[in-house]
Nanobody, 125 residues
Framework: QVQLVESGGGLVQAGGSLRLSCAASGRTLSSYVMGWFRQAPGKEREFVSAFGLSGMGTYYADSVKGRFTISRDNAKNTVYLQMNSLKPEDTAVYYC??????????????????WGQGTQVTVSS
């Protein structure tokens, strides 16, 4: 089992940057598919970015491609989401998630077993 804690959210002006962190306790994150999702008020949770299992690469939603970068520090057992050129439509609660198995897609929230508590990102225009 793994416990996930997100941090790094906040209020930023459009065009600004934030870096979210997802720190894990328990098993090493390299054993998991790791994803970032977000949920805006009144909307469904949506996929943002993910690491596949070792060797599977990284994945991004079209809406964030070229602006967001997912990375990991295995020594710190932490996954990051660097968010640049932020837009008001990026405003949401951002969640880190982990999946013990690759179930055919990294983009489906129901394929993830563990979730953090979320961190609020607000982008003002």
């Amino acid at each position: 089992q793994v416990q996930l804690v997100e941090s790094g959210g906040g209020l930023v002006q459009a065009g600004g940057s934030l870096r979210l962190s997802c720190a894990a306790s328990g098993r090493t994150l390299s054993s998991y598919v790791m994803g970032w999702f977000r949920q805006a008020p009144g909307k469904e949770r949506e996929f943002v970015s993910a690491f596949g299992l070792s060797g599977m690469g990284t994945y991004y939603a079209d809406s964030v491609k070229g602006r967001f970068t997912i990375s990991r520090d295995n020594a710190k057992n932490t996954v990051y989401l660097q968010m640049n050129s932020l837009k008001p439509e990026d405003t949401a609660v951002y969640y880190c998630a982990a999946s013990s198995f690759f179930r055919g897609s990294v983009r489906r929230s129901h394929d993830y077993d563990y979730w953090g508590q979320g961190t609020q990102v607000t982008v003002s225009s």
